[in-house]
């Protein structure tokens, strides 16, 4: 996956798009070109020989380039002079391809490595002294046609290079130095296949072979630590393509180790602070940490001066500083990353990859720089950008997967430049290499979503048809995206930089020409569905009625269930080792446990389409018809912020229509969501009655814009234009609000004052849904364990006093909320802080394990206590029990459960139901609230911010109470209809005296909702 910087280049190896550039080469006292030393024994580089234990130096030691053409021209006059069937022309032939190479690597000339490759090839075909010496001619073979392949990208060599070491692998045995060597070099030609063509399996299988390698050479030593780089520059690459952060971790301990077992006075060692300080910067674009960002460059700069190969760390260099300059904005810290990247391209060898990777890393360091506020060179460096990346793309050889990330990066280009009055062609060549881009099903999929937008935002005004054709079929790839991630925090790191793509697609459909007003209402609605909560969706793709199943094939429901929740909250075996001595060890633990994480998603893909085979409906989205059936109970509103335009979709049991919101921008949005959360701060901790009453006018205030640019233009549209009578029917509603407008309690809009009626909640009764496709889940739960009055079993959780927190973080109203609750019940399970008394006791103390344990025999579960949002990663969003410090429950932590009685979570807790903050996972509803909901609780009671502790216990007292008709049993099914109730009553001042109400105080009233059926 890539790095988003400006929509460029690269692809996140910052230390060479396309990953050239790989640890150790060219250069260093081992070049990589040479992993080992080729020949057998007597030849170069075994037991006795040239360059071997025991032998001469070859000319190579001694630096002298005369030395190099002397050796050469000696061993040609040799190969000359020997008859063609005498018994030593093979090894004459060997150490003649050995010294090319050695000169090749010394002065880089391209006809020295293809002379050496051909003088091998001939050895090959010559009569040899026994198997083994043919196995390490095979082995020398493997060696240079990998390093031509690597320089020049030919994905012929790479595979000659592979076929080369898989033929020598027959005859070598294992376990011996020759082995060790092998499976060195066959990881590395692998490697390098896969950055020819794009195949996971080669990247694969080259990791498992260098994983091999450096077990097959454990303790010290340089070759040992070479070993150690190459396979955490692997690790790397993939974690490029797959983000997966357990390879990231990988790859920083073995740089770390490699790094610290080579000596300081070694000539390897600039080359390791080199492969170190790259992996501490992509640490820190994954984390954020700082620490490592800053390390990581003074690394690299120590590095380039010591003498590392100046092509990689100079690329690495200007990558890590065009990353400090995105995240600090110092302009002298771009300007260097230009310098530095300038450098590498001088110093790359001429056609190499290498060289299109660092024309590339200079384009996208230009384009940034051109795009800097104030720039004085932007039209220059446009110019620059926009050509080394016609000259990359010239040269880059077919099937290469960089193309489509080289294609994006100058689409993204000339785009601008467009916008800055450029070429008259230039917003022609941007479509054209936007599309190329798109098109190329061997780029990352991320990469050709980016390019898709970059055209469909250009083709909008112009071919709005195309443009929304282009933008719907870019999001039709993010939930396929989405299953390719074996970690969920993986997946969020994706959806995370995709954020923000649903709601143009759903713009541009609407914005459409072609087909009918209802014709386009249905497309956005299904680009939404599709592309809003994918994490979501992805979870409810592995969930379903399998009881049917179960009967007939009980053993493919136990696996697929068991792998499901392996998938969805992995444990690893074991632990990893600590202390710096075993950070290698522990790296290799690490690899290990992603990789057996993929293994067990793959086989979750494998099983989840036996499900779906024999049960049709398993897991999939509902079609239009279907929605319109879910939408029988009452409509579904699903609302569209765009910068394009906004809309609500208006699902309806007959029909889908769509309403135009002129009012909303994402400007305006941002600034009344910032606007209202900040007076929900300052409510939540101020003591001064004046900015108390300040605070509470704000948030009133935006409820009424709320209600004139949303709900009452929705309702109107929907036919609810007022109060119903006392003798009606409610009709209800479900809000999808999706993005930024999640964190506004829509349920609450309306005016302070004026005719009654201006307020949803005089209206309709609201609930909450991200999806179509979750309120159905939320419904097939319900109509599983049957409907109406039961008899419950209630899980009760109070924390009147939490650790951790600013004086215990007390919650004063917390017993009396659980006493009131209480009485609605006759079966209770009782959980408390351990320290606190209660009467009558707790059954057991408030603490994860105990409430893991305890949900799937419940039918009911409240919370009363605290709760917190991780803005960052919501997956972590917690409710705060006794043990929250050292054992948190989290959303992950629910996921792998299944509640087959559940009826009802309410989380009197805060934030509950709060929509994540930052960062592109706007649209992914991930909270507890979602997360109950998934695991089985069909009705889901939650709160936009800290419930007010006094309020608390009166709100769930009136919502237990009205969930009972009569003396009947509670009945779940009325939940929404209870909380409507509680809340009207709570807002209205029916605990107040005389004629007090809290209209104009919604912090009390307006942060409590209903999620689900």
């Known amino acids: 996956m890539r790095d988003d910087r400006s929509r460029q280049s690269t692809p996140a190896d910052d230390d060479a798009p396309d990953g050239p550039g790989r640890p150790g080469r060219p250069g260093g006292a081992r070049g990589a070109d040479a992993p080992d030393a080729p020949g057998g024994p007597g030849g170069p ?37 020997s008859a063609p069937d005498d018994p030593g022309l093979a090894g004459r032939l060997t150490l003649l391809s050995s010294a090319l190479r050695r000169r090749y690597q010394a002065h880089r000339d391209l006809s020295d490595l293809n002379d050496a490759i051909a003088r091998c090839e001939e050895a090959l075909l010559r009569p040899v002294k026994d198997e083994s010496e043919r196995t390490e001619l095979k082995i020398s073979l493997g060696s240079l046609l990998e390093s031509r392949a ?29 082995h060790g060597r092998l499976l060195f070099g066959l990881g590395t030609a692998l490697l390098t ?52 952060r357990a390879d990231l971790e990988a790859a920083l301990g073995y740089a770390y180790t490699a790094f610290t077992v080579t000596p300081p006075d070694h000539p390897d060692r600039p080359d390791r602070a080199s492969d170190l300080g790259g992996a501490m910067c992509d640490f820190h674009q994954r984390t954020g940490q700082p620490d490592f960002l800053e390390t990581g460059i003074g690394l690299l700069e120590q590095a380039a001066a010591a003498g590392a190969d100046r092509t990689v760390s100079l690329h690495r260099l200007g990558a890590a500083l065009h990353r400090r300059y995105d995240t600090q904005g110092l302009p002298a810290d771009l300007d260097r990353a230009v310098a530095a990247l300038t450098a590498a391209v001088q110093a790359a060898d001429p056609g190499s990859m290498s060289l299109l990777a660092s024309l590339s890393g200079l384009a996208t360091a230009l384009h940034a720089r051109a795009l800097r506020p104030g720039a004085v060179s932007a039209a220059a460096d446009l110019d620059r950008a926009a050509g080394y990346l016609e000259t990359v793309l010239a040269a880059m050889p077919a099937g290469r997967p960089a193309t489509g990330t080289s294609a994006s990066s100058l689409a993204s280009v000339l785009s601008d430049r467009h916008a800055r009055g450029g070429a008259a062609d230039d917003r022609a060549k941007a479509i054209l290499w936007g599309v190329r881009a798109w098109e190329e099903e061997g780029a990352d999929a991320d990469v050709r979503i980016t390019a898709a937008f970059v055209v469909a935002r250009m083709l909008a005004a112009e071919d709005p048809d195309r443009a929304a054709d282009l933008a719907e079929a870019a999001i039709g790839l993010l939930p396929q995206l989405a299953s390719l991630y074996a970690y969920r925090a993986d997946r969020q790191a994706m959806v995370a930089r995709l954020g923000g793509s649903t709601g143009t697609a759903a713009a541009l459909v609407l914005g459409a020409r072609r087909g009918t007003a209802r014709q386009r209402a249905e497309r956005a609605f ?12 992805h979870a409810l793709g592995t969930r379903g009625d399998l009881a049917e199943l179960s009967r007939t094939e009980s053993d493919l429901v136990r696996r697929f269930k068991e792998v499901r929740d392996q998938v969805e909250n992995p444990v690893p075996d074991g632990f990893p080792p600590v202390g710096d001595s075993e950070i290698a060890a522990e790296a290799g633990w690490r690899a290990r446990t992603a990789g057996e994480q993929r293994r067990r998603a793959a086989e979750l893909a494998d099983l989840t389409q036996q499900v779906k085979a024999r049960l049709g409906g398993f897991g999939k989205p509902p079609t239009l018809d279907e929605a319109c059936a879910e939408a029988a109970e009452g409509a579904v509103v699903m609302l569209n912020v765009s910068a394009l335009r906004s809309d609500a979709l208006l699902l309806t049991r007959e029909d889908i229509t769509s309403v135009r919101l002129a009012a909303l921008t994402p400007e305006s949005v941002t600034e009344q969501v910032s606007a209202f959360r900040e007076a929900v701060d300052t409510v939540a901790t101020t003591e001064d009655f004046e900015v108390l009453a300040t605070a509470q006018d704000v948030m009133a205030t935006v409820l009424e814009w709320l209600w004139d640019g949303v709900a009452e233009p929705v309702l109107t549209a929907l036919g609810h234009t007022e109060q119903p009578g006392d003798d009606e029917p409610w009709p209800r509603l479900w809000w999808a609000p999706g993005g930024v407008l999640g964190m506004l309690p829509l349920h609450a809009a309306g005016h302070r004052t004026g005719p009654a009626g201006r307020r949803v909640l005089d209206r309709v009764i609201s609930s909450y849904t991200p999806t179509l496709r979750a309120l159905r889940h939320a419904r097939e739960q319900a109509r599983r364990q049957g409907t109406g009055p039961v008899a419950h079993h209630a899980l009760l959780v109070a924390m009147p006093l939490t650790p951790g927190l600013p004086g215990d973080g007390p919650l004063s109203q917390a017993l009396e909320e659980v006493a009131r609750v209480r009485d609605h019940f006759s079966e209770v399970t009782f959980l408390c802080t351990p320290e606190v008394g209660t009467d009558p006791p707790a059954d057991g103390a408030a603490v994860r394990s105990e409430v893991l344990s305890r949900l799937p025999g419940i039918t009911v579960a409240h919370f009363a206590c605290h709760g917190t949002t991780d803005t960052t990663d919501p997956s972590q969003s917690r409710l705060l029990l006794h043990d929250h410090q050292h054992s948190p429950l989290t959303v992950q932590d629910l996921l792998p459960a299944e509640l087959s009685s559940a009826r009802l979570a309410y989380l009197s807790a805060c934030g509950s139901a709060s929509a994540t903050v930052g960062g592109g996972l706007r649209d992914e509803a991930i909270h507890l609230a979602s997360a109950f909901q998934l695991v089985g609780f069909p009705h889901v009671i939650g709160s936009l911010w800290d419930i007010h502790d006094p309020t608390a216990a009166t709100v769930a007292d009136a919502f237990y109470a009205a969930l009972r008709n009569g003396s009947a049993p509670l009945d779940t099914d009325r939940a929404a209809w209870a909380l409507h109730r509680a809340v009207r009553g709570l807002r209205d001042g029916t605990d107040l005296p005389g004629p007090y109400d809290r209209t104009r105080n919604p912090y009390l009233w307006a942060s409590y909702l209903h999620t689900g059926a």
């Open 193 to 244: 296949r896969y950055e020819c063509t794009g195949s996971v399996q080669d990247m694969d299988s080259a990791i498992e072979r260098l994983a091999q390698a450096v077990g097959h050479q454990p303790g010290g030593g340089a070759e040992h630590a070479e070993r150690l780089a190459r396979l955490s520059w692997a690790l790397r690459l993939r974690y490029g393509r797959t983000e997966e």
């Open 45 to 81: 580089g075994g037991p006795g020989g040239p360059g071997g234990p025991g032998g001469p130096a070859l000319p190579g030691a001694t630096r002298r380039p005369d030395d190099f053409d002397e050796a050469v021209a000696l061993l040609e006059e040799s190969v000359r002079l």
């Open 526 to 537: 299904l680009a939404l569905e599709s592309g809003r909560s994918v994490l979501l969706g």
């Open 150 to 178: 690597f320089r020049s990208g030919d994905a012929e060599d790479a595979a000659a290079s592979v076929a080369a070491y898989e033929s020598a692998s027959a005859h070598c045995p294992v376990g011996s130095p020759e």
